[in-house]
């Protein structure tokens, strides 16, 4: 039977280390961490993962904004919105919750904002910066993904680490942060024939399908790390992963539970990746992993992870 990764665990300790630097660097900067969150419509999920996001943000002690704009507002209208964000000094983070209504390009949305600014690591700079190796901010699910698995201890290098989806939010930059860790990674997806010979090569799983059950128990590896990514709402309303927790347990070395795995990682990693733009920004620099590692690690006496 399965060891159950307590996302929620992990994310609060993360958040807390976070919540206890803030005061430092405002005693160091003058001011603290700030988060722009943009959301346009209003899908009732999205609207509640943006409230989450504000919210925690301001627990931890940052300043928070969510900026609730009209399904109908024009591309043009919101993108002035991001330039006046962009050239303001004291907004250190911008996220605009995707996706977007049909009329507006995403892309050109994303790419609007600042790339020191961009929290999401989606700008199409930061997106090379990551495949280049000299990333600047990487996504936040991917990069909770790696502290979920990281968590129970196992290593990655060497292992076999196939990811089903191939989406820009998670399956790509997932993929290339195993690759990173030095896994050897595999990219499958709905279309992959025969995809339960692929994943029963894996020794991590890491599922972002959006299809509920998609992973079976004859599909998983005994023992292996599972990383359940889905989010959708089944036909009675609950909210489901795309594996067969039940069954999988059985199976799996390790397994995220859904709601409670990825989702508070990707929550903590938002938070951590404000506080990256914040020391940017602060530091008038642009090397922001170094920074991380110095100023966090060095100054301030907290981990660098
Ligand atoms: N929609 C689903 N996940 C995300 C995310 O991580 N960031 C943004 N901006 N939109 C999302």
Redesign the pocket.
Known sequence: MAQIIDGKKLGARIKEKIHEQIPLLEQQYGRRPSLYVIIVGEDEG?LK?VTNKVKTAKTIGMDARLIALKENISESELINIIHVLNADPLVDGI?????LPNHINEDRVVDAIEKHKDV?G?HALNVGSLWQGTHCIA???PKGIIQLIKSTGIEIRGKMAVVVGRSN?VGKPVAKLLLDENATVVMAHTGTRDLRAVTLLADILVVAAGQEKLITADMVKPGAVVIDVGITRNAEGKVVGDVDFENVKEVAGYITPVPGGVGPL?IAM?MKNTMECFLCHAESSTDVSKLWATIIKARIGGSAE
């Open positions: 999205s993962y996220l605009v919750q995707l996706p999401d989606f996504p936040c699910t939010i990707t938002l």
